[in-house]
């Protein structure tokens, strides 16, 4: 079935370091990306998305690409702090009969070393 | 404006009983999602709610699982007769309409079956 997954399930970088998390997704009917950061213990919170009729989007510190054509999706935080070490997970919505169904995949663990 | 609430946060079941979990979105939001997450895994859809109706189940459980978000009061995500195989954190979301793609988390409630 169609799924979203992400290319690497840990990765640790240390405090000011650029991050880059990966995401794949098969579904070619997504339009909406969302990344999310969960902390231990906590509910995911909002950080950026992006419709498919974008290819960038920025934020604060962080900037999400969407490659339709590979079907790729990646978050990049700059000068990553401890204060984002956390789990980050990507999430499609595909529209129509799925409006409102958001897709996640299984995760990036994020570890900051100061 | 306080963010989506969910109660109990922690809830212990014995097998065969019931449990429920209780959902009060952000003010003025009118759709609710229930997600749920197994240990060191991605969210799984359940329920796409809003007022008095439900809008897409397919992710919900055939047998012993039912989701009400009534006219008035919190939603309800009830699970009869808990089995082990149903501990994991349940996660509410709240959108407002009409850009209900953006999903804001509430806590979660981390269901224990003894």
């Known amino acids: 079935g169609e799924s979203v997954g992400l290319h690497l399930p840990t990765l640790s970088v240390q405090e000011g370091d650029n991050s880059i998390i990966n995401c794949a997704y098969s579904n070619s009917a997504s339009d909406y990306f969302i990344w999310y950061k969960q902390e231990s213990g906590k509910g995911p919170q909002f950080i950026i998305d992006i419709r498919s009729n974008m290819d960038k989007r920025q934020g604060q510190r962080v900037t999400v690409l969407l490659n339709k054509t590979v079907k790729h999706l990646s978050l990049q935080i700059a000068a990553t702090q401890p204060g984002d070490s956390a789990v980050y997970f990507c999430a499609e919505n595909a529209g129509g009969t799925s409006y409102g169904k958001l897709t996640f995949g299984q995760g990036t663990i994020l570890t900051v070393h100061p | 404006n306080a963010g989506v609430m969910q109660n109990p946060r922690h809830l212990v079941r014995r097998r065969g009983q019931e449990a429920r979990l209780r959902c009060s979105p952000m003010k003025g939001h009118s759709h609710v999602y229930w997600y749920r997450q197994l240990p060191e895994e991605g969210l799984k859809f359940m329920v796409y709610l809003q007022k008095e109706n439900i809008i897409d189940e397919s992710g919900m459980p055939k047998e012993r699982f039912s989701a009400e978000f009534p006219k008035e009061g919190p939603s309800i995500l009830r699970i009869q007769q808990v089995v082990r195989g149903d501990s994991a954190a349940y996660f509410c979301?709240?959108?407002?309409?009409?850009?209900?793609?953006?999903?804001?988390f509430g806590p979660g409630t981390r269901l224990t079956v003894l």
């Open positions: 979301a709240s959108s407002p309409p009409p850009r209900n793609n953006e999903q804001f």
